[in-house]
Each structure stands twice: as C-alpha cells, then as structure tokens.
T-cell receptor
Framework: GAVVSQHPSWVICKSGTSVKIECRSL??????MFWYRQFPKQSLMLMAT?????????EQGVEKDKFLINHASLTLSTLTVTSAHPEDSSFYIC???????????FGQGTRLTVV | SQQGEEDPQALSIQEGENATMNCSYK?????LQWYRQNSGRGLVHLIL?????REKHSGRLRVTLDTSKKSSSLLITASRAADTASYFC?????????????FGQGTELSVKP
C-alpha cells in the first residue's frame, strides 16, 4: 500500500508554545488529508478534512484557531497546535487519500505531551 | 462524530481460537473498512467491504456486512499472539464529503499464547 509519513512521532512541549505536525504522502498525491485525535483507550475522532489548496473543513467542536491546518501541496499537510495546553496532550494521526480512491492510508501518529 | 459502536469492547482468547468482533453503524454507507492498531501506533488497513457486498475474505480474515441491520462483523480465524491489537471499523457515510472515515469505538483483542 501507499506510504504516509508523519513527523514527529512524539513531541514534548511547554504549555503556551505551538507545535507543528507534518503529514506527507510519499508515493501518491494526497488530494485529501484527514486529521484525527485519539485519547488513550479510545477511538479516533475526526478533527478536520483538508483538500489541497483550500481551507480545511473542521468537525463540530474543533477550534479552527487552535488547530491550524495547511494543505499547501499534494504531498504535504501540516497541523499546528497553537498555544498548547496540557489538555491538548493526545495522539494525533493523519490519513491521506488520492482522488477517487476508497482507501485512506494512515501515518504512524504523533504523541503530543504538553507539560 | 462517532458513527457506530463495536462489541465487545475487549476480547481475550487463547492462541488458535477464533475472534469475532461486531460493528454497528447509524447511517447509510458507501463502504465499511476494518483497521488494526497496535498500541501507540498508526492504523493498518485490513479489509474494505462495499455496501453491495455481503461477505469478503482476506487470508485469516472474514468480514460480513448486513446493510439492513447496519452491522458488520470481523472474524479472525486461528488467532495468533501477534494478532493482539485494537480493531476498529470505519464507515464512509453515503452523503459525506470527501470520503471521510467515521470510526467505531474499537475492540481491544488480546490473544494469549
């Protein structure tokens, strides 16, 4: 299957700082990327959907100004957690799919810990 | 925006036994997919079943889909210790935009050697 690379795999940051997570499709063009958040022992909650070159569509309850998503190219989407707080600590996972494909491919996830 | 529920939430079996996990969803779908997640890792796609299909096989995996009951099941036969992981079903609702996946709550499978 196609490869999606997510970086970093883990990050620890101080409260109030911003953290950027990258999601790259390595061998296909990701016209659509999805960002999920997962708390321990829980399922994946979709945060937002981003299409290359357009603004992301956020799910209800997700703060757009807190979780900035940029999908500037067909192979890269970034999620920036701004002014992070301990409650933002979570596992963030991206997935990507090409236009017309039914299968989405997932990155390895990023463990964010805000101290 | 959780689409469905899975049961059981946790399942513990002995190596060699079969494991069955169930998933129910709420809205009409284009397809339903099953994923596996090892602890703290990303997701691995296992199998996709379309809304017009009733059963699908892939190696030791067997998936069924009953659209009238809005439910699916994943059967892992002859389980191995390496099958220990969380398993999630995910649906692509028929009217959503961009084909986003909506995940169920997941089943945590433990296979004891």
């Amino acid at each position: 299957g196609a490869v999606v690379s997510q970086h970093p795999s883990w990050v620890i940051c101080k409260s109030g700082t911003s953290v950027k997570i990258e999601c790259r499709s390595l061998d296909f063009q990701a016209t659509t990327m999805f960002w999920y958040r997962q708390f321990p022992k829980q399922s994946l909650m979709l945060m937002a959907t981003s299409n290359e070159g357009s603004k992301a569509t956020y799910e209800q309850g997700v703060e757009k100004d807190k979780f900035l998503i940029n999908h500037a190219s067909l192979t890269l989407s970034t999620l920036t957690v701004t002014s992070a707080h301990p409650e933002d600590s979570s596992f963030y996972i991206c997935s990507a799919r090409d236009l017309g494909d039914t299968e989405a491919f997932f990155g390895q996830g990023t463990r964010l810990t805000v101290v | 925006s959780q689409q469905g529920e899975e049961d059981p939430q946790a399942l513990s079996i002995q190596e060699g036994e079969n494991a069955t996990m169930n998933c129910s969803y709420k809205t009409s779908i284009n397809n339903l997919q099953w994923y596996r997640q090892n602890s703290g890792r990303g997701l691995v796609h296992l199998i996709l079943i379309r809304s017009n299909e009733r059963e699908k096989h892939s190696g030791r995996l067997r998936v069924t889909l009953d659209t009238s009951k809005k439910s699916s099941s994943l059967l892992i036969t002859a389980s191995r210790a390496a099958d220990t992981a969380s398993y999630f079903c995910a649906t692509v609702p028929i009217y959503n935009q961009g084909g986003k996946l909506i995940f169920g709550q997941g089943t945590e499978l433990s296979v004891k050697p």
